[in-house]
């Protein structure tokens, strides 16, 4: 498949990333660390070179741990995107500190985690309200100008603003928001911004937690330990609405001759602007299912079609997210 630039940078990635939040097993049921590691190896084997983990993606850093163990042998191969400025406090929360010599120190545990030299790209994970934009983006100038890093980007924006006093500072790569059919918000503002900067959008989440994947029934009894339940799109009239979305969207796929997670991926990365999908899995077949949407080309019929559709759907009561 044909890889992308990232931003302006010398990194070329795939338009399917595999996003390694889910084989850590926090908010997800039935993970087991072998089938990670078959799942890290199943996205390399599909021809996936572009792995997105985080410092605070397992209690002990066990997703860098794993990509380590699973790909090592290929770095060369990869680009390895990771990031700082979250970690989980004592009572396992989640707590934002991106001082300068937090983004330093969690760095340099990452690199030891992937055991690598160098991180291909590296995030400020959120912005912490503690510490002055310009500040963390100080650090990440001087990570990047010592060759510890080789792009930066920054995760969970919310504002043109926060951009702004970031890229005074230190130049921006990638931007990483969460985006899909449903979840549109950047397109107002800051999707925009970014394009006209040649800054690669990479989104989290382009199968809404799986709800676009069509796999969840109207019916379905939630595992308690199930983390998804929590947002408003998972519960009431929204649930019933998107249900009646995916609904209409099936004859879609069907005309495709494909499915509907493959469905919202290959639409998600004919969107302007954006670089790569960030996609989720904690088996190899997901994986798999998820890696054959490079390959798919939407006419433009059924680009109008799913355009309709959303249009139709309304926008989603959403609320921020941290990944």
Known sequence: MKKRQLGQ?????????????PIT???SVNVTYDQSLATLRAAYDTGINFFDTAYIYGYEGESEKMIAEALGSHREDLVIATKCGLHWDVDRRQARDARPETIRRECEESLRRLRTDVIDLYYLHAPDPATPIAESAGAFK???????IRAVGVSNFHRVDQYEEFQSVCPITADQPHYNMLQREIEADRL???RERGIAVVPYWPLMKGFLAGKLERNHVWD????????????????AKTHDFLDRLRPIAQDAGINLAQLAIAWMITQPGITAALCGAKRPEQIRETARAMEIELTPSQQEEIHAAIIARGAVNSVPAVR
Request: aromatic residues 14%; charged residues 25%.
């Open 142 to 148: 001087e990570l990047l100008d010592e060759g510890k």
């Open 25 to 27: 097993g926090i908010t």
């Open 192 to 194: 925009p911004w970014c």
């Open 9 to 21: 940078s010398d990194l070329w990635v795939t338009p399917v990333a595999m996003g390694c939040w």
């Open 224 to 239: 308690p330990h199930d983390g998804r339940q929590k947002y408003p799109i998972f519960q009431g009239e929204e649930w």
